[in-house]
């Protein structure tokens, strides 16, 4: 897992082993989920998610997953995302997770910190 940055914008990219053909948004969401935990433990699982599947994932690989930020506020972070070959060459799927804080307080200041840095500045998929 690295925190790399393009032309545009800081991501997060995390590298996640497919057992076995991925064949739903259920088993994507997944990976998208282990690469969330893995950039910020303190993470709430679960939460909303579109996701637009491109291409079908190979069993017995290792998928790349481009993780940013899209928006971050007191309660919520909606975090974009990319899957795709090891490599980035070829895209498996691409959407938005969104998590809530259900505390009553908002997100801790070292939370909200690390998030900010991922913040995407242009609203289209990278």
Same mark, same amino acid.
């Given at each position: ?8 914008n800081p991501k997060f990219v995390f590298h996640s082993l497919v057992r076995a053909a991925a064949t739903n948004a ?30 079908? /994932?190979?069993?017995?690989? /290792? /998928? ?37 804080? /259900? ?24």
């Amino acid at each position: 897992m690295t925190f790399t940055s393009d032309d545009l914008n800081p991501k997060f990219v995390f590298h996640s082993l497919v057992r076995a053909a991925a064949t739903n948004a259920e088993e994507l969401i997944e990976h998208v989920d282990h690469a969330i935990m893995a950039l910020d433990a303190r993470a709430p699982l679960g939460g909303s998610c579109t996701i637009e599947q491109l291409n079908p /994932v190979p069993a017995a690989t /290792v /998928v790349r997953v481009d993780l940013w930020v899209n928006d971050l506020d007191n309660f919520s972070c909606t975090y974009g995302f990319v899957l795709s070959s090891q490599d980035g060459r070829v895209p498996y799927a691409r959407g938005e997770r969104s998590m809530v804080n /259900v505390n009553a307080t908002p997100w801790p200041s070292e939370f909200r910190a690390a998030h900010a840095e991922l913040m995407k500045d242009l609203p289209a998929f990278a």
